[in-house]
Every structure is written in C-alpha cells, then in structure tokens.
C-alpha cells in the first residue's frame, strides 16, 4: 500500500473523532478494522484479514488489527493505535513481506501473541451503517468518560 493511502484511511478514521483525537477511538478496533475492508475492497488484488491478540501490552484487552497482502507485499495497520500507543503518529504498524515476520513484530511491539484469521468478507452496506453506528456510540462513550 502506498503511504498516501495510508494517510487518507487514516485522516478518515480521525475525521469520526472530536478533535480528531484518536484517544476517542479506543474499544472499536474491530468495527473500526471492518469498516476500513469496505474502503479497500474496491481493489480486487487485495487480501484483507483481521488480526486478533488477547492480553495487550499486559492488559486484559483484546484487539483488532487490520492486514492487508496485496502481491508478495504486507502491510498492517491498526486504525485504533492511539489506544495503545497515544504518541504513535501513524496506524501503519508493519510493512513487508513476510507473514511471520510480520507476526513477530507484532508480537514484540504489542507484547502479546497475534492470530491470523480468515481472508475478511467485504461488509454489506447494512453492516457498514452498523459498524459506524457502533463506532459512533463508543466515541461518545469515550468522550463522556473523559469528562467525568
């Protein structure tokens, strides 16, 4: 994936955040990660999966990730970073070739252990309005826990 798609997936994700704050995206990453297999889906090269790890950086969290193989190439992006990661400046968390390596990175970084899932459906448009109703109601979550 070239970096400017990249940036635009990730401009649109913080467009739904007050401020574009992506603190306010935290506990979506899986509606989140589904909506972003709707955006991609027009390029049929692509093979979209979702990526799942339980215990994150030492919680109890679990997490969504996106990993899209296009050709020999990898990238993954994990569209609610800021979560884990409040200074990170970029979703994009691995790029590559190497499906193994790519799970080895993931492992050492998140310090958890990382599942593969199945190639990812394309969302109907039923789902999409779901998954972004669902996204919206945890980002007001977010931002009347933040003001208590």
């Known amino acids: 994936m070239h970096k400017k798609e990249i940036q635009n997936i990730q401009d649109r994700i913080l467009d739904l955040a007050p401020n574009r704050s992506g603190v306010y995206l935290k506990y979506c990453c899986s509606e989140l990660s589904r909506l972003i297999i709707s955006w991609l889906a027009t390029d ?18 679990s997490h969504d990730i996106l990993a899209i193989k ?19 400046k970029t979703i994009l968390v691995y790029e590559g070739t190497n499906l193994n390596s790519a799970q080895d990175a993931l492992n050492e970084k998140y310090r958890c252990e990382w599942a593969i899932g199945s190639q990812e459906k394309i969302p109907s448009s039923k789902e999409q309005a779901e998954y972004l109703k669902i996204t919206n109601s945890i980002i007001n979550a977010n931002l009347k826990e933040t003001i208590l």
């Open 44 to 61: 049929k090269s692509r093979r979209l999966y979702i990526l799942k790890a339980a215990n994150v950086m030492g919680s109890d969290m």
């Open 70 to 88: 296009q050709n020999d190439n990898i990238t993954i992006i994990d569209p609610t970073i800021w979560q884990f990661f409040p200074k990170a």
